[in-house]
């Protein structure tokens, strides 16, 4: 009886116990293929196209700062973000879905690392550069 007892403690806690972390664990982090256009100024479109993004509340982390909860389309076997690049983004990203107020932190023209960040890890960097 003890031991039904201890794998029945067990199957809980690894179905209900460990939240999004445990659930990510079997899924494929972020990957990003493209960022388009590679460069451009505030207020530029961006897209990037990658694959394991979630259907909402992804992060983009640009340059050490962070642009939050957006949504992925699909678009046949990848998938997309979309944003506009604004001239100051947050300067820490706030837990889950949660709204928060940040330290605003302003875009600076020049090169960026760019990655894409979900419940399913973070992704390899990318570049974009921002004109002036």
Same mark, same amino acid.
């Given at each position: 009886? #003890?031991?039904?007892?201890?794998?029945?403690?067990? %199957?809980?806690? %690894?179905?209900?116990?460990?939240?999004?972390?445990?659930?990510? &664990?079997?899924?494929?982090?972020?990957?990003?293929?493209?960022?388009?256009?590679?460069?451009?100024?505030?207020?530029?479109?961006?897209?990037?196209?990658?694959?394991?993004?979630?259907?909402?509340?992804?992060?983009?982390?640009?340059?050490?700062?962070?642009? &939050?909860?957006? #949504?992925?389309?699909?678009?046949?076997?990848?998938?997309?973000?979309?944003?506009? %690049?604004?001239?100051?983004?947050?300067?820490?990203?706030?837990?889950?879905?949660?709204?928060?107020?940040?330290?605003?932190?302003?875009?600076? #023209?020049?090169?960026?690392? %760019?990655?894409?960040?979900?419940?399913?890890?973070?992704?390899?960097?990318?570049?974009?550069?921002?004109?002036?």
């Amino acid at each position: 009886m #003890p031991r039904r007892l201890a794998g029945l403690v067990l %199957l809980a806690v %690894l179905v209900g116990g460990t939240g999004a972390a445990g659930l990510a &664990q079997g899924r494929a982090a972020p990957v990003i293929f493209s960022v388009v256009p590679p460069a451009g100024p505030v207020g530029t479109t961006i897209t990037i196209t990658g694959a394991n993004f979630t259907a909402d509340n992804n992060t983009v982390r640009f340059g050490g700062g962070f642009i &939050q909860w957006l #949504p992925a389309a699909s678009a046949g076997s990848n998938q997309t973000i979309v944003f506009t %690049l604004r001239p100051v983004i947050s300067g820490v990203a706030c837990p889950g879905t949660a709204r928060c107020p940040t330290v605003a932190r302003p875009v600076r #023209p020049g090169g960026n690392a %760019l990655s894409v960040q979900n419940a399913n890890g973070s992704s390899n960097a990318a570049n974009f550069t921002v004109t002036k």
